[in-house]
């Protein structure tokens, strides 16, 4: 199947500081990525639907000021936390689908944000 | 609005059962269904994908039925083995790829 990275896969910082993950398809153009959040021992929730070339689409309750996504070619899409607080400190996880013939989608490794 | 549902929460189960994991959803036009299974601390590995039009795949020991008009999913595993323990989540695709997860179901499978 198709290989999706994220960078970093941890990170831990301040309280205040600004972090970036990056969502990557490898083998594959992906017009649609998406960011979701998992809290401990709780599902996924899906946070936006980043459109490349596009402003992302946000789920209600998710601060667009707060994570801010860009996808700026068809292989990358970036999630930025700014002025993280400890409340933000969750995984994240991104997915992307094919951009011809969607059937499926393909689910990054995830990225576990701590904020102290 | 999607929900989905999986039943039960946890599960223990002594080495060499077979099982069934279940999942419900309230909205029976989806594009797909996936099984993920997710070690603590870790990411989703991807189990099993049936297509709206499919009505099981099968995988070495598990096996994944869809019922589309009843809203029911079920992951059928063979056989466990303390290596299953894990949690395994059902993900319902309804809209080309916005997924709503379930809740997972914690499987613990005991030597």
């Known amino acids: 199947g198709a290989v999706v990275s994220q960078h970093p896969s941890r990170v831990i910082c301040k309280s205040g500081t600004s972090v970036k993950i990056e969502c990557r398809s490898l083998d594959f153009q992906a017009t649609t990525m998406f960011w979701y959040r998992q809290f401990p021992k709780k599902s996924l929730m899906l946070m936006a639907t980043s459109n490349e070339g596009s402003k992302a689409t946000y789920e209600q309750g998710v601060e667009k000021d707060k994570f801010l996504i860009n996808h700026a070619s068809l292989t990358l899409s970036t999630l930025t936390v700014t002025s993280a607080h400890p409340e933000d400190s969750s995984f994240y996880i991104c997915s992307a689908a094919l951009k011809v013939a969607y059937n499926e989608q393909f689910f990054g490794p995830g990225t576990r944000l701590t904020v102290l | 609005k999607q929900e989905v549902t999986q039943i039960p929460a946890a599960l223990s189960v002594p080495e060499g059962e077979n099982l069934v994991l279940n999942c419900s959803f309230t909205d029976s036009a989806i594009y797909n269904l996936q099984w993920f299974r997710q070690d603590p601390g870790k990411g989703l590995t991807s189990l099993l994908l049936?297509?709206?039009?499919?009505r099981e795949q099968t995988s070495g020991r598990l096996n994944a039925s869809l019922d589309k008009s009843s809203g029911r999913s079920t992951l059928y595993i063979a056989a466990s083995q303390p290596g299953d323990s894990a949690t395994y989540l059902c993900?319902?695709?309804?809209?080309?790829?916005?997924?709503?997860f379930g809740d997972g179901t914690t499987l613990t499978v005991k030597p």
């Open positions: 993900a319902v695709d309804t809209n080309a790829g916005k997924s709503t």
């Open positions: 049936i297509q709206s039009s499919q």
